[in-house]
């Protein structure tokens, strides 16, 4: 079971956003890059010049960069859901309820059985 965060759009016409509470592997795997191709745009472009920043300062300290490539994309891989906290904030969206499931799908089909406005409300302005 994963926790899910619901993140809305102010104009509401547009199904809300799900981040899942875990590990991101892809963030692991592929440091800022991953956060650039999750859609974070503008943290991951900031990790990106942080790991630069890095990068020069371990090549000037005569330091192996192994270890300190790993840390920072095990902290970012660690940190994803914050960070996609705070770049939702930043593109005005609004934090919603908490949603326990299985998978993306089965938080999505729980937080509309919670909220059976809000199904209504966004079939509506589909049909539109």
């Avoid at 547009?14 to 890059?33: D, N, Q, T």
């Avoid at 956060?35 to 990068?55: C, D, K, R, T, Y």
């Avoid at 192994?66 to 939702?88: H, K, M, Q, S, V």
């Amino acid at each position: 079971m994963t926790t899910y965060t619901t993140w809305f759009r102010a104009d509401d016409r547009r199904p809300p956003v799900l981040v899942a509470e875990r590990l991101s592997w892809r963030v692991l795997l592929l440091g800022w890059l991953g956060l650039v191709i999750q859609g974070s745009w503008i943290a991951g472009l900031l990790a990106g010049a942080g790991s630069l920043i890095l990068l020069s300062a371990v090549q000037t300290a005569h330091l192996p960069l192994l270890p300190f490539w790993a840390g920072l994309n095990l902290l970012l891989g660690l940190c994803t859901p914050d960070i996609r906290a705070w770049e939702l904030r930043l593109n005005g969206l609004t934090a919603g309820p908490i949603v326990v499931a299985q998978g993306h799908e089965a938080a999505m089909l729980r937080l509309l059985e919670r909220n059976p406005t809000l199904a209504r409300t966004r079939g509506n302005m589909a049909e539109a």
